[in-house]
């Protein structure tokens, strides 16, 4: 017990040491400063901080250390993910003192900051500053040197490249920024653009990357010799890019796959309309009288496609719409081909499904108040009533609604003020109470999103309305599954595009060399824009290698099996009409045969 007390009284004894030791130095400002220093190597951020403003309301006229205590705070705060913080000091530095060591530290602890909020843009812009101040000092150039990446370069957005192009002077940023430019443009199967820049690496830059870009080189040279093309248009920039990169990453595994094994080459041209129509126009007016291109994919957004059908006709040149489904489509020019099936015919094929399949009678509707709300809910009323069937009543949302109580409240209210609906009014027994609840044979669901299901199916059930809910391939999605089963078991789901086809092996294949090369699976669009492709070179490998043999093949086709599902354009007028209906069971999606 004494050697515990005698042991107590020297720990305190030395911590009451050790706190005069501290007093002691830090009432030194050059004993303070090296002290800082020791707990910043250490990296004891969070306490250089709090020393740092210590040692600033014990000094406040001296300024030997100042600089250096600024640049130590700003990193420290960077390095403890004060970003705002960090860059406010680092910007009164800039403003403040105007010597190169001071400004090059600054701008790279900027950079950092920068590069912390993805910003690669201005990440590159400030290294490239801070490496013209740190001419003469080595040990920061090589820090700089150290901190650059591949990723700054990779994640730039097409237009900066131009921008950065211009504003930097170090050899380093320039050719790594003509290098991924290049790779851009040939990504985007742009091959002359790429080609410019290659070989101006390659004259200028002759160390940089050289077995690389002479390889890229003769992979363009043999691209560019091929005559017979294929052309998409879609939106490779800007607000719907993802979309269009779908898209094309699809065709290009397709056309890297064919021309591989085929003798019969065939090239891939990329055409960014950034979803405007007025720049779809100025496309074909620029590039589609060259006979060479045989066919055009796209495009993605409904405008767009409007404006390539009409010109489709006038040029001439097949257009295969993977995504549209606009009524009367391919009324716009006999060389437009529709492979998503329009509204219209979605309505009408699901009503007759359900009425004369699934020998349903009595149905509510609720769609969204929109253009494709209205026109595929007036298709499957009208087919469902003209078969026998009864439509109750018609409920429209807003785009962005979730609560729908009064809406259901209003459908409630008609059925009981209406003496002819009083066979779909039964009886349950609630927690000792009775109440009414409201039986239909089917709830059809035409949702825009899937977040439209998953709020009203749940204040359907609340209000006691039961029936077998039908939707549309917005509900094919896993957040489905959120939803209790038994509310929505047995659900009928109708889709252009087959989602059952597990055993197609070139399904499968696509999928697994999609994943492999881009990290994802692939989207509807990404199959669609497979098929389209498929579709011309599958006429090319029949002989059909000119326009107008191309044309004759389309009109012809039917029942062509493709990764998405099958087509056929001789029903209705160049339009795909191919429906496939799914039982919900499980987690599952059971295709009906």
């Not at 990193?75 to 860059?87: I, T, V």
């Not at 606009?326 to 099936?341: A, C, E, H, K, P």
């Not at 029942?559 to 354009?569: K, L, V």
Request: aromatic letters at 14%.
């Amino acid at each position: 017990m004494k050697k515990l007390f005698i042991f107590i009284v020297l720990f305190y004894i030395s911590i009451l040491g050790q706190q005069n030791q501290d007093e002691a130095y830090k009432s030194d400002p050059d004993k303070y400063f090296d002290f800082i220093l020791k707990q910043y190597k250490e990296q004891n951020f969070s306490q250089v901080v709090n020393y740092i403003d210590d040692y600033n309301s014990r000094f406040p006229q001296n300024n030997i250390h100042n600089l250096s205590l600024l640049l130590i705070k700003a990193n420290s705060l960077y390095e403890l993910g004060a970003l705002n913080k960090a860059e406010y000091i680092i910007n009164n530095i800039l403003s403040a003192y105007n010597d190169s060591s001071s400004v090059g530290t600054s701008l790279f602890i900027l950079a950092k900051i920068y590069k912390a909020r993805f910003d690669y843009r201005n990440t590159i812009l400030t290294l490239d500053k801070s490496l013209l101040y740190a001419k003469n000092d080595e040990y920061l150039r090589e820090k700089i040197l150290n901190f650059i990446e591949d990723t700054f370069f990779e994640d730039l957005k097409f237009e900066d490249y131009s921008f950065l192009l211009g504003q930097c002077k170090n050899d380093i940023f320039i050719k790594n920024l003509l290098y991924f430019n290049a790779l851009k443009f040939y990504d985007m199967n742009k091959m002359q653009e790429a080609k410019v820049l290659f070989t101006k690496l390659r004259d200028e830059y002759p160390d940089f990357k050289s077995y690389v870009i002479k390889r890229y080189l003769k992979e363009i040279d043999s691209f560019l010799a091929i005559n017979n093309k294929i052309a998409i248009i879609a939106p490779l920039s800007g607000k719907y890019q993802f979309y269009g990169e779908a898209f094309l990453n699809s065709a290009k595994l397709l056309l890297d796959n064919f021309n591989r094994e085929s003798n019969y080459k065939v090239k891939l041209v990329a055409f960014d309309n950034r979803g405007d129509p007025i720049k779809t126009a100025e496309i074909f007016k620029r590039d589609f009288l060259n006979d060479s291109i045989l066919a055009l994919i796209g495009p993605i957004r409904a405008s767009s496609s409007i404006a390539a059908g009409i010109l489709a006709g006038i040029y001439n040149i097949p257009l295969i719409a993977p995504t549209v489904v606009i009524d009367s489509f391919t009324n716009l020019g006999n060389t437009v081909y529709q492979m998503s099936v329009p509204t219209t015919i979605q309505g009408r094929a699901i009503a007759e499904y359900c009425v004369s399949h699934e020998e349903m009678h009595n149905f509510l509707i609720i769609a969204p108040l929109s253009s494709y709300g209205e026109k595929i809910v007036r298709s499957f009323a009208d087919l469902a009533e003209k078969l026998g069937a009864r439509v109750i009543d018609t409920l429209y949302y807003d785009e962005g609604q979730q609560d729908y109580r009064n809406l259901l409240d209003d459908f409630i209210n008609k059925i009981l003020s209406d003496s002819s609906y009083i066979d779909l009014i039964d009886t349950v027994t609630v927690e000792d109470s009775v109440r009414q609840f409201y039986k239909l044979d089917g709830i059809f669901i035409p949702a825009s999103k899937i977040n439209d299901v998953l709020y009203l199916v749940p204040q359907i059930i609340s209000k006691l309305i039961s029936g077998r809910f039908i939707g549309n391939s917005i509900w094919m999605n896993d957040k489905l599954f959120s939803i209790d089963y038994h509310f929505i078991k047995g659900a009928i789901i109708a889709s252009d595009i087959d989602m059952s086809e597990l055993n197609n092996v070139e399904k499968n294949n696509f999928i697994s060399q999609y994943k492999a090369k881009y990290g994802k699976s692939p989207s509807n669009i990404a199959l669609k824009s497979y098929d389209a492709i498929n579709l011309i070179l599958s006429g090319c490998k029949q002989g059909y290698s000119r326009r107008a043999d191309l044309l004759t093949y389309l009109d012809t086709l039917s029942n062509y099996q493709g990764i998405a599902g099958r087509y056929n354009f001789t029903k209705y007028k160049r339009t795909n009409s191919s429906i496939y209906f799914f039982h919900l069971k499980g987690k599952s999606f059971i295709r009906v045969n």
